[in-house]
């Protein structure tokens, strides 16, 4: 399986970008609410993440077009 | 007849029964299970296709279609089974309440909140449900839209004219309170049947095509959302696999021949055994 080290820190919001989440031809990201859901409130702090890992072919299209440069692709001997 | 038409639905289709809709079947329990199952989808999503990764080690160059296992562990809690769009139709004439609020597949594989392709469908009034659950999230409540039955139907039709595989799901078997219309890519059910774990029943229906009409047009290749329909540059016709076929319907709504009709998935011995 490939590894993405990814920096929460580094990543914005998905609202304001997105670009691993569309261009990824596997779909390997999803976006989560930080804190969890609560009731009455709206899950405002979004991030994203690489979830679906075994679907990644390590192509690097992510690392190469994250602005932030937070994500790091890794092939797992 | 699928194992739910057999231990829900006497023997007849299990989604067509009233009983399956009633309010009774809302108790404490149920409405836990439901808040709880929206409340924290994310997670679940997350952690559950993490697990099935580390169960099964999915081989990228296995081709992922044909005679997906059923996903047994979620058969009780969130399971659905694919409907075509007469059937859906049928489901819209007798429930009394249709909601469409967004998807939460789509929101968490896509970041989009506007689509809204779940229908929520009820046959009773009630605070809790749909209403109730999703006011608790306001992001998750600003899109909520009741429909007629009319309005209904005609966003069904457009849906499958776009491809959507419709579905109807249950919430702690046998309660249906759902309809939902997928694409592979959009869909968390899709993500767990590329590991191995399908989390519905195919149709009651399998497609077929008459070859004598089929002009090889390949609308029907283009729009099958399980790689079942193939052109033969040989014969220069369609022809559907029958063992990847679910029986969605999606197919027929696009051909312009009429050359593709469904047949009764029980009347086919290897078939009535396929979900």
Not at chain 2, 48 to 60: F, M, R, S, T, V
Request: glycine share 6%.
């Amino acid at each position: 399986m490939m590894q993405i080290e990814w920096d929460d820190k580094k990543c914005t919001s998905p609202r304001d970008c997105r670009k691993c989440l569309d261009a990824c031809p596997e779909g390997v990201f999803m976006i989560y609410p930080r804190d969890g859901r609560k009731p009455g409130k709206v899950a405002g702090d979004w991030a994203i993440m690489p979830v679906f890992l075994t679907q990644c072919t390590a192509c690097k299209i992510c690392e190469e077009i994250c602005p932030q440069n937070a994500l790091a692709v890794s092939v797992e001997s | 007849m699928c194992e739910f038409c057999i231990e829900h639905g006497q023997g007849t289709k299990w989604y067509l029964q009233t009983k399956n809709y009633a309010e009774e079947l809302l108790n404490e329990e149920r409405k836990r299970y439901i808040t709880d199952f929206y409340e924290r989808f994310e997670e679940g999503a997350a952690t559950g296709l993490a697990a099935l990764d580390k169960l099964i080690p999915a081989d990228l160059a296995v081709p992922k279609v044909g005679r997906s296992p059923i996903a047994e562990g979620g058969k009780q809690q969130h399971f659905g089974q694919v409907i075509p769009l007469e059937d859906v139709e049928k489901i819209l004439d007798f429930t009394t309440s249709i909601t469409r609020v967004h998807c939460v597949c789509r929101s968490v594989l896509h970041g989009v909140y506007d689509d809204r392709y779940c229908f929520n469908v009820a046959t009773f009034k009630s605070d809790f449900w749909p209403k109730g659950v999703w006011e608790q999230w306001p992001d998750y409540s600003k899109g909520i839209e009741i429909l007629t039955m009319e309005e209904a139907k005609k966003e069904f039709q457009k849906l499958d004219r776009n491809g959507l595989v419709h579905s109807v799901w249950h919430y702690n078997a046998p309660f249906i309170a759902a309809i939902c219309n997928c694409a592979p890519t959009d869909c968390l059910g899709f993500r767990m049947m590329e590991r191995g774990q399908r989390p519905f029943f195919k149709a009651e229906y399998v497609a077929a095509i008459d070859i004598e009409q089929c002009n090889g047009c390949r609308d029907c290749v283009k729009i099958c959302p399980f790689g079942a329909i193939a052109y033969s540059p040989a014969s220069q016709k369609c022809t559907i696999h029958q063992l990847q076929c679910f029986g969605c319907g999606l197919c027929r709504g696009v051909c312009a021949l009429d050359a593709i009709t469904l047949l009764d998935r029980n009347a086919i011995p290897v078939l009535a055994k396929e979900w």
